[in-house]
């Protein structure tokens, strides 16, 4: 089964991630789900990967030498860095695995446009995203290129971002394997990101919408203002027409570039509102299957919305599991005790035995509902008792209360 060289996205899920990376599982997740439609492709596995690299012996010696590079010595790991991806994109790919992928191609591959994306697999992880980290190349034409840039993805696994990431999150160079998604082209009319929950406050119940024209790539790469729409339910509650003075396009002889978009242009927006409601009910239906909120990368085309990418939000604080169905207040325990780092696993245990109410944990946090007291007509009392310990808790639960 890891010997396999090429999967079909339909045949891959998120139990798949050691075969095809992050971004494959999620994709193959994707294209699972009833009204999601997601390009489609193939993953080049990480057996492949390591099939190649298998027989490039100085390709160990310089990884075993990147290890003692200290990240702080950026000068030392550029060098060791750019010698590894120089080796690596050098390297041909064994017969058995160039034949997998232009197998997978099939034989009119040639004048057709892919996008080749990296999938390693420490990526889209619930608690580090990877986002950005490997490369990424759009509208590459024909068997010979697909296979170019295949290496180009797995060199990008040692860049110095990637490297210097992988250390601040403990992982170990030689522990990450990548993968390759080859998916077909998609050429949009307007591109961009929904996050199904407000990434800086940590509102649920909002959804926000990032849209310019073109390719997806002008927006993530910083260099225009994009639209954004605010929206929980079916209701916008903000919008913002960022000026779009440039758009991502590709090239007919392969690759893209930025062109400028007229002046007329610049200021409608990307999406109506009515696309803008359907792309946020289809990304709940992502956000549903996957069991939490998502970071979600669309295309609209001539047949509507197409996805290319989805993982979870990693810089919101998770939310504590309850049984009880209904509305929640929670109340943490430290803040009140002035201990708020996250708390060890036997100091959890310790409060949550000894305490007088049920202690909910997140993120190394203990929580108390205060909902059951709030919602009692004795809740004058509840409210007394806070503010004498934390004025500011009772200010906050009485604005919760007034809305």
């Not at 992502?286 to 990368?297: L, S, T």
């Amino acid at each position: 089964m890891s010997e396999r060289y090429v999967w079909d996205l339909r045949e891959v899920d998120g139990e798949h991630v050691a075969f095809v990376g992050g971004k494959g599982a999620h994709l193959g997740e994707l294209s699972r789900i009833e009204g999601i439609r997601v390009p489609g492709g193939f993953c080049v596995t990480t057996a492949a990967h390591r099939r190649t690299l298998e027989r490039v012996p100085v390709l160990a010696e310089g990884i075993g030498r990147l290890a003692r590079v200290d990240a702080e010595d950026r000068e030392s790991l550029r060098a060791v860095c750019g010698e590894i991806r120089r080796t690596i994109e050098d390297t041909p790919l064994p017969e058995e695995v160039a034949e997998a992928i232009t197998g997978a191609l099939g034989g009119s591959s040639e004048g057709v446009a892919y996008a080749v994306r990296s999938s390693a697999t420490a990526e889209d992880l619930p608690t580090a995203s990877f986002a950005g980290q490997q490369d990424t190349y759009l509208n590459v034409l024909g068997a010979e290129e697909v296979l170019r840039h295949v290496r180009r993805c797995w060199a990008s696994l040692f860049t110095e971002r990637a490297v210097v990431y992988r250390r601040h999150h403990g992982i170990e160079d030689r522990t990450v394997g990548m993968a390759v998604v080859v998916q077909r082209m998609v050429l949009p009319e307007a591109a961009g990101v929904l996050f199904t929950a407000d990434p800086v406050s940590g509102n649920r119940t909002v959804a926000t919408v990032d849209a310019g024209f073109g390719l997806g790539e002008a927006l993530v790469s910083g260099t225009v203002t994009p639209d954004v729409f605010t929206v929980r339910g079916e209701e916008i509650l903000a919008r913002s027409v960022g000026a779009k003075q440039r758009a991502v396009q590709a090239v007919p002889g392969g690759g893209t570039r930025t062109v400028e978009v007229e002046p007329r242009r610049q200021r409608e927006p990307a999406l109506s509102d009515a696309r803008v409601r359907e792309l946020v009910a289809l990304g709940r239906r992502i956000e549903a299957h996957f069991g939490r909120p998502q970071d979600i990368e669309w295309c609209l085309t001539g047949d509507g919305f197409a996805f290319v990418q989805s993982r979870p939000i990693t810089t919101l604080f998770p939310l504590p599991e309850n049984p009880a169905g209904g509305n929640h207040v929670y109340l943490s325990v430290g803040h009140q005790q002035m201990m708020t780092d996250p708390m060890k696993a036997l100091g959890l245990s310790v409060w949550q035995l000894m305490a007088m109410a049920p202690m909910l944990e997140a993120g190394g946090r203990l929580f108390v509902d205060a909902a059951p007291r709030l919602a009692s007509p004795a809740r004058a009392v509840f409210l007394d008792m806070i503010g004498r310990s934390d004025p500011v808790t009772r200010d906050a639960l009485e604005t919760v209360l007034a809305r």
